[in-house]
């Protein structure tokens, strides 16, 4: 008898959108690879609608709070229900980017320098020397980044506005020029790098990420065999030291420029990666000879609870 899985997505976050795309690709899939699939568009009654479900085995395509954040991950435990990716205590860590740094830095993975500060004050003076980059500290998908260019005379406005929905603490670091890298993991296996260079602008945004032709992936990456190496280290030991299962992405910026630093840093860790038609994990799997199809059954056949 086929498994029957739940696939979560939608949910209420800043992400709902990319969720909603990323759920149908895995249902479609999942379908197709002969599992019983419930889809459920998450709402606040879920752990009901889980009970009455009874799946064998939750896929989880949420991004953002409560589906990336340790929340419905708790639920899940609770609930006794394996799911995919990864579990409580490396979803909550991730998803608060400055924490992650912390646990990344003590595991010997390079981050970029910065600080958390409110946003108010980032708001009225720079905190740092420009360039830098503001970034609300526990969203996903660029949602609310702010690049601070070195010409740039005044401190990013934005961060006043009525309308501000990234919460009242930013992150700033310093911008590190160069390449925007990425690499995922697979169970404990580093997958391809792709150098991401959006098609218009100068920075991987929202629309960079979802819009199709919105960046070109370069995979493999064109650069230097050993740097390549590192990415995927640098990759693989930020995802074991964050204790994440399953699939993680892990962003990376690499100065190359002409006299540049040749820094490379690990900006963050995603527990809950894109599953989209234009999504970078499918990609790289795609790379490492896994069909798409292949790729979300390897994650329903990972899933465990006590991750």
Not at 81 to 93: C, D, F, M, Q
Not at 115 to 144: C, D, T
Request: with cysteine; net charge negative.
């Amino acid at each position: 008898m086929a498994k029957h899985v739940a696939v979560l997505y939608g949910g209420w976050s800043s992400e709902r959108e990319v969720s909603l795309a990323s759920g149908r690709a895995c249902c479609k899939a999942l379908e197709e690879r002969g599992y019983k699939v419930t889809p459920i568009d998450v709402q606040p009654d879920i752990a009901t609608v889980l009970q009455a479900t009874a799946p064998d085995v939750v896929f989880n395509a949420l991004h953002g709070p409560v589906g990336e954040d340790g929340t419905i991950q708790g639920l899940l435990e609770i609930l006794r229900i394996p799911y995919t990716h990864s579990g409580v205590l490396a979803s909550a860590i991730a998803m608060q980017k400055d924490k992650a740094k912390i646990v990344m830095a003590a595991a010997g993975v390079s981050v970029p320098k910065g600080m958390v500060v409110n946003r108010m004050e980032a708001a009225k003076s720079h905190v740092l020397p420009a360039p830098y980059v503001v970034k609300p500290i526990s969203e996903g998908s660029s949602k609310g980044v702010i690049i601070v260019r070195a010409d740039r005379s005044h401190p990013p406005q934005e961060l006043m506005r009525d309308d501000w929905a990234f919460g009242e603490q930013v992150l700033v670091e310093s911008y590190v020029a160069g390449r925007e890298l990425t690499c995922a993991v697979m169970g404990d296996r580093a997958l391809g790098v792709i150098d991401i260079q959006p098609a218009t602008g100068v920075f991987y945004d929202y629309d960079a990420k979802y819009v199709k032709g919105g960046s070109i992936h370069i995979l493999p990456a064109e650069i230097k065999p050993n740097i390549y190496q590192k990415v995927q280290e640098l990759a693989l030991t930020a995802h074991q030291a964050l204790g994440c299962r399953g699939i993680s992405r892990a962003d990376l910026r690499y100065d190359d420029t002409p006299g540049g630093t040749g820094e490379l840093v690990v900006l963050e860790v995603n527990t809950q990666p894109g599953l989209t038609e234009t999504s970078l994990v499918p990609e790289l799997a795609a790379h490492a000879g896994y069909t798409f199809g292949e790729l979300v059954q390897w994650m329903v056949e990972d899933a465990t609870c006590n991750r």
